[in-house]
């Protein structure tokens, strides 16, 4: 059975990733510092798939306990999560975004070049993309005009990996660019579970249905979209999950570097998905409009037609089913 390390695997991203992989007859091994994460996730874990999940408590800048992990198990393939994720908090603390998001992925780079592994999967984001008016987005559209550090971060390490991948060409890279990931594995027992600050819209519309915030904030109704609020593109963590063992299960097709967008297609305004968080579950989400916020576009949806031709992946689930699984988490 194939090792793949999964960097940031405690986290949202990366547990969902665990569970798709050992669905897929993977070994997943967690690499992770709990700095965003609560360790109790692995036993939920083991319970969802029936499977002991070996895991460390490492910080992946830690080269000498990182050279120890790459030593006691041969490593397929490296997918790496791990990194900071509130784009609010990256303004306010750019220069510890960089030094964590780029450089733990240096550190690991250097240590998976040491140990002769040369497959690793990128999480990075939508955000990297410019906010032209190409719609939908497609993976080799304008990028680098971010808008924040945790939008630069991840555009910055894009780049490391393209040099590194023209230059090397034992390299198999495949970045993936993630929209809007929302939503849990359909048990209930994991979801998204930062320790640090809430930015995302179904966290806070989740916290409005368990009374634990009032009303919810929408930030601006004068966009140019069909009502005025945000438009985005959701994609279920589950599908989201797959796709990545769908590039791993490739991945030593073709050597390089390959981009894929992850999401559904299609988009959802902040009030359409209100109204439909409030249809499936029934619970009213009372809100206020105030002034937009900094660094949103109106607008981001992608075109996932890459990934189906060549990953034959395509999301599965749509909006009304993700809202269907959050309830088992309210
Ligand atoms: C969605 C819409 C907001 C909160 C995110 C992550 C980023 C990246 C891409 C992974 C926008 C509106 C939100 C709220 C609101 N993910 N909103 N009230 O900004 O598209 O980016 O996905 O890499 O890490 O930030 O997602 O959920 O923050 O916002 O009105 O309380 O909801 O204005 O239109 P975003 P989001």
Redesign the pocket.
């Known amino acids: 059975m194939r090792n793949v390390f999964v960097t940031g695997g405690a986290g949202f991203i990366g547990s969902h990733c665990v569970i798709s992989l050992v669905k897929n007859g993977y070994k997943p091994i967690i690499l992770d510092n709990f700095s965003n994460s609560h360790q109790s996730i692995i036993k939920k874990l083991e319970k969802i798939t029936k499977k002991k999940i070996i895991y460390y408590n490492v910080d992946i800048r830690d080269k000498k306990k990182l050279k120890l992990i790459f030593k006691k198990h041969p490593c397929y393939a490296v997918i790496h999560c791990a990194g900071f994720?509130?784009?609010g908090e990256s303004v306010e603390n750019s220069v510890c975004y960089f030094e964590n998001n780029v450089g733990s992925t240096l550190a690991l780079l250097e240590c998976m070049q040491k140990n002769k592994i040369y497959k690793i999967i990128f999480?990075?984001?939508?955000?990297v993309y410019d906010d032209d008016k190409a719609l939908p987005l497609k993976e080799n559209g304008k990028i680098g005009n971010t808008k924040n550090p945790?939008g630069t971060s991840?555009y910055i390490i894009e780049r490391i990996l393209k040099d590194l991948a023209k230059s090397d060409s034992r390299w198999s890279i495949r970045i993936a660019r993630?929209?809007?990931?929302i939503s849990n594995h359909p048990t209930g027992l994991i979801k998204e579970n930062p320790k640090g600050a809430l930015?995302?819209?179904?966290p806070?519309i989740v916290k409005v249905a368990q009374k634990k915030i009032s009303e919810?904030?929408?930030?601006?109704k004068d966009y140019n979209t069909k009502d005025g609020?945000?438009?985005?593109d959701y994609v279920h963590i589950m599908d989201l999950a797959d796709g990545h063992t769908a590039m791993i299960k490739k991945i030593s097709h073709k050597k390089g570097l390959k981009i894929y967008n992850f999401g559904t297609g299609k988009g959802w305004s902040?009030l359409e998905v209100v109204k439909a968080f409030e249809k499936q579950t029934g619970i009213s989400i009372p809100y206020k409009f105030t002034k937009?916020?900094k660094g949103?576009v109106a607008i981001?949806i992608c075109s996932p037609k890459k990934a189906l031709k060549e990953l034959n992946w395509k999301a599965k689930y749509d909006l009304d089913h993700a809202i269907i699984d959050i309830k088992k988490i309210l």
């Open positions: 994720k509130a784009v999480s990075s984001s939508a955000t945790y991840k993630y929209f809007n990931p930015n995302n819209l179904i806070y919810l904030k929408i930030f601006g609020t945000g438009v985005r902040v937009r916020r949103d981001s």
